[in-house]
């Protein structure tokens, strides 16, 4: 392959073009079905991590453990006792986490998500509504 594209190469390129430019940097076909945009995306991605030395070391054995099922999502156990804030549409909603389940306005509830969908009207994890999996990311 020749020198590797720039971003705007990426940007200025059709669809036929992203996906032979795919197949040259990765050595295999694009995957099917794959939009324009996640195309350049993951390109992109793929250029700047060459660009600047490929990925780190300790990343690239966390993501080989993870294709092979030894990496489990992490999440942060709730403990009871514990309390969760979270500001929406300027109101404060503080829920407080029991040995029967979550309480809020009152109420028990057996999930966050339960209680997110009360307060936003629409449904959200309710981990991820509370910030919890940020936290666990981290």
Known sequence: MTALPTLADLEAMDRSSLVTCWSEIFGRPAPR???QPFLRRFLAA???ARRSGGLAP???SRLDRTSRGEVKAST???KPGGRL???WNGATHVVD???DGYHWNGRRYRSLSAIAREITGAHWS????FGLNAAAAS
Request: charged residues 30%; hydrophobic residues 35%.
């Open 76 to 78: 942060r156990a709730l």
């Open 33 to 35: 079905g794959i939009s």
């Open 97 to 99: 986490v029991t040995e």
């Open 126 to 129: 309710g981990p991820r509504f």
């Open 85 to 87: 804030m979270r500001e």
């Open 46 to 48: 793929e250029i700047q």
């Open 58 to 60: 300790g990343f690239r």
